[in-house]
């Protein structure tokens, strides 16, 4: 178990990296908005082999929310976040105040066209904006060499990696597997706001999305597989399916046809009143 | 005469930056777009004081033109450039390839809100978002711990501040004063595009200006002198006059009352075919 720092001052966090840097030390980043699970630990994991000082950051961000009710249900939970940050070998934890982010006066903003338009970008309009803005200011805060982010968000993934490359910033973006339950469904914060019954179907949502990956990868017909997906799911127990797609892996384009290069089976749906989503891989022949 | 350094690639800027740094050199930026004149050896000059080494970067920068025809007019004498700053005694001279600012695929805009509006920026859609674009990615390729700019562009300046501070880049700017012709003429490429006869007549410019200045610093009423200034440039022999605004210095929040705070008294207009800008400074008694 590792001595953990905590800190709230970017300029702490600063000079704690420098500190390291000079010991010749390889810095990670891990940024969550906390409510920790396997999943991050499994970020922390991959941090903790690929550098030799792993800061994971807490900041539960407002302006990538688009609803008030769903800023404030989301779950936080700091003291058990420490302390599995703590089991799991982290050296720091950055849990900034809102002044270190949004000083006064605040009033730049980062978007990201393209890969952050559809998918979750239709549903969450200025959410991807939120991400790409206060992901530049951890990276450029913490002055990491790598950072880490789940697939399980992978339009986020995507549009992390477009404008750190576009902006020049000088860190190295590792994308993770998602982690999943053991019925299949892929581990989130909001999972937790699922009734024991909705939990219950939850499981749906990743066995479709596997069965249809695979029917896509034999050769059947795409339109008529994301068809056949969506009634499944919605005949599952969702309330409602906002998007099922299939899109380029790297840049996020839409493939309706054939396939010919890495794709990825995109789903976005409510189960009762909490939105889940999840994402696999279609892999051509 | 100092050994200047010409690259067209961005990690050998990187390279060369970080060099210098572990040599325990501290580095200054001026980014330019060329066309330099004595105000940007004056940047040059100021850079050389604060700094140990010294990058001067040329790049016409499409984004920030809202006309084609602007920027095909824009001068381009990378020669004589080059042969000034070498004189001058800057250290490199950054000239990036057009892939190594815009690679294939480019699709992040950084805007910032509130000192980009009205001014310029109500008359060059787009331009504040051009050039907070480019010079984040010129900070973050270069690593510079400095950076030169000209008050001659000062709600520039202000949009650049707010940019770097609100992205938590660890770079310092500094603004120089602006750097004017015997008549007063603020110095500008643009300059070079007017008529000999224009030129004759560009001085009432900053004379209007200096004495609005004057003239509110002594208790006159903004808005009666703001008329008369207006109408003294536009007697003058300017075509237009775009705006003439008192501005609150730091935030650039419009002043049309009472003078309690620094202000800057800014001005846009074309004479003849060609746009020039200027502001000076208004300190309250």
New interface residues.
């Given amino acids: 178990m590792s001595n953990l720092v905590v800190l709230r001052r970017?300029d702490a966090l600063?000079e704690k990296v420098r500190e390291w840097k000079q010991q010749g030390f390889s810095v990670g980043l891990v940024p969550t908005m906390g409510a920790l699970h396997e999943g991050h630990l499994s970020l922390v994991a991959k941090a903790l082999q690929e550098t030799d000082r792993v800061v994971a950051t807490l900041f539960i961000n407002p302006k990538q929310f688009n609803s008030a009710a769903d800023l404030a249900a989301y779950p936080r939970t700091e003291d058990d976040d420490a302390a599995m940050l703590k089991a799991a070998g982290a050296h720091c934890l950055y849990v900034p105040d809102g002044d270190q982010i949004y000083?006064p006066?605040?009033?730049?903003?980062?978007?990201?066209?393209?890969?952050s338009e559809g998918l979750c970008g239709a549903f969450r309009p200025g959410h991807f904006d939120g991400v790409?803005t206060i992901v530049?200011?951890l990276f450029?805060?913490s002055?990491a060499d790598k950072a880490f982010f789940g697939e399980k968000d992978f339009q986020q993934l995507q549009v992390v990696r477009?404008?750190a490359?576009?902006?020049?910033?000088?860190v190295q973006i590792f994308g993770c597997p998602t982690v999943r339950e053991a019925d299949g469904l892929a581990m989130s914060s909001r999972n937790r706001r699922l009734s024991a019954k909705e939990r219950a179907m939850a499981a749906v949502l990743p066995e479709t999305l596997f069965a249809a990956s695979n029917a896509i990868e034999a050769g059947e017909s795409i339109p008529a597989v994301l068809h056949a997906a969506r009634d499944k799911i919605l005949a599952g127990g969702f309330k409602s399916v906002e998007y099922l797609e299939l899109r380029d892996a790297a840049?996020l384009t839409p493939i309706t046809d054939e396939l010919v290069r890495p794709a990825r089976l995109l789903v976005a749906g409510f189960l009762g009143a909490v939105r889940l989503i999840d994402n696999v891989q279609v892999t051509p022949n």
Same sequence: chains 1, 2.
């Fill in positions: 970017r600063r000083p006066g605040f009033a730049t903003n980062i978007s990201v066209s393209g890969v790409a530049a200011k450029l805060q002055e477009r404008m490359q576009d902006l020049d910033i000088a840049t």
